[in-house]
């Protein structure tokens, strides 16, 4: 680690001291071609060390499973390898993307100041793809908005994409670990749920408390809605679904005991969607090591039998179940990887085609984006799998510790707002995107 981090030091200190300026334009492409290779080499190296970890847990892991009855060791070389690739993305990949904006934005004023304005749009938007609230490059693209040369449309588009603002907090003296985010039917309500206060709180989106509501609730984790806004939490610890209208009054209550027919004793809903009478969960198995399934309800008959979807070769630790017009979308926490599910083949496939630097903490979809948080990062996709930029929530708000979960967003006039709760700071950020 230390020595891709000294390595990743003087390529940077390389970029940052360059008098690209004073350089004629054969040197600037020279030096270009160069340390983009660097970059990428860099780059490679450490996707590679990511890889090599996993390979090598995973063989440890193997052996000691065959060789040992006891699995505490094997759940150790969990957490080792968590740690390791952690280290590896965050210190390593996510700094070295985030720091060669630089390179960038010195490239892209010298090709402005030789007239090349749309060779230095296209590394200003590259520039923007890891940094989308640089405010150098927006005050940039504030003076090119006046452009009548066919570039004013580019311009527009560059700033609407790499929309990323954070304009305050709210709830500071009310919630405490801020796990699940849900909009209310009219998107001018937020409810938070809250698994140290065991409480569902209640704001309005400008930030205004209004209410908290207990309910009993142990533990309260996914929050989802129905086609009649009525809000349904997985009420973990009691192994219940409990269904509330906005008003926090209690519609329905489905104990999920020995639901399931192999056997287990004790299943707590961890995420769940609605899609028409389909009720999709994920159910986390505590006797079993936290082992976790996917299972389909039919809400329409809820003592019948249920589906468990099988996902076994593929998702290792399903996290989210987005339901968004005819899509389901479930994602891979530890591997970083976004499924689709295929409701013919009834099974899922995958989304995106490359994994997400980090693991995968919550991820919702609104308008025509996805956005996913790492806890520190926020990763913004199209919906046909493109990413459009990664913002950092630390550099956002200006403080060194923020630990992300819950995700909400509405779009209010022209504006798209999103929602975040910081465990960190034990309150909900709101941003402009």
């Given amino acids: 680690m230390i020595k891709y981090k000294k390595i990743i030091k003087e390529f940077l200190n390389k970029i940052n001291f360059a008098d690209i300026d004073s350089f004629s334009d054969n040197e600037v492409q020279e030096f270009a071609i160069n340390e983009d290779k660097k970059y990428h080499k860099i780059r490679n190296t450490c996707i590679n060390k990511i890889e090599e970890a996993k390979i090598i847990a995973d063989i440890m ?15 150790f070389l969990n957490k080792l390898l968590k740690k390791t690739t952690d280290d590896i993305e965050n210190d390593l990949y996510n700094e070295l993307v985030e720091l060669i904006v630089n390179y960038n934005i010195k490239t892209g004023n010298w090709l402005y100041n030789q007239g090349r ?3 230095a749009l296209y590394l200003w938007e590259d520039a923007l793809k890891v940094n989308p609230q640089n405010e150098y490059i927006h005050s940039k693209l504030g003076g090119l908005s006046h452009f009548t040369n066919g570039l004013q449309n580019q311009v527009e588009d560059i700033k609407k994409k790499f929309q990323f603002e954070y304009i305050g907090s709210f709830g500071h003296d009310i919630v405490r670990k801020p796990g699940f985010l849900i909009m209310s039917q009219s998107e001018n309500e937020l409810l938070v749920s809250d698994s140290a206060t065991n409480e569902i709180h209640k704001f309005c989106t400008n930030g205004d408390y209004i209410d908290s509501f207990s309910f009993g609730l142990d533990r309260p984790a996914e929050l989802f809605k129905d086609e009649d806004g009525n809000v349904w939490i997985c009420d973990f610890g009691n192994n219940r679904l409990l269904v509330i209208d906005f008003a926090g009054d209690i519609v329905d209550s489905i104990n999920l005991k020995n639901f399931t027919d192999d056997g287990s004793e004790i299943i707590c809903p961890t995420y769940g969607c609605i899609k028409g009478h389909q009720i999709f969960l994920i159910l986390t198995d505590i006797t079993q090591s936290n082992k976790r399934k996917i299972v389909v309800l039919d809400r329409l008959n809820l003592s019948g039998s249920i589906e468990i979807v099988d996902f076994s070769n593929d998702i290792r630790t399903p996290v989210g179940l987005v339901s968004h017009r005819e899509q389901l979308y479930v994602s891979d926490k530890f591997e970083g990887i976004v499924y689709q599910f295929d409701f013919t083949q009834r099974k899922f496939k995958k989304y995106i085609n490359f994994n997400i630097a980090g693991a995968i903490y919550r991820f919702f979809i609104l308008g025509n984006n996805m956005f996913i948080s790492t806890r520190k990062f926020l990763l913004k996709l199209s919906l046909t799998g493109q990413p459009c930029f990664v913002a950092n ?3 956002a708000i200006e403080f060194d510790n923020v630990n992300i979960f819950g995700l909400a967003g509405h779009k209010k006039g022209k504006l798209k707002y999103l929602f975040a709760g910081d465990f ?5 950020l709101k941003f402009i995107i």
């Fill in 61 to 75: 892991i193997n052996h000691q499973c065959l060789n040992n009855s006891d699995h505490s060791i094997s759940k």
């Fill in 117 to 119: 304005t749309e060779e």
């Fill in 393 to 395: 929530f630390r550099t």
């Fill in 424 to 428: 960190a700071k034990k309150c909900i």
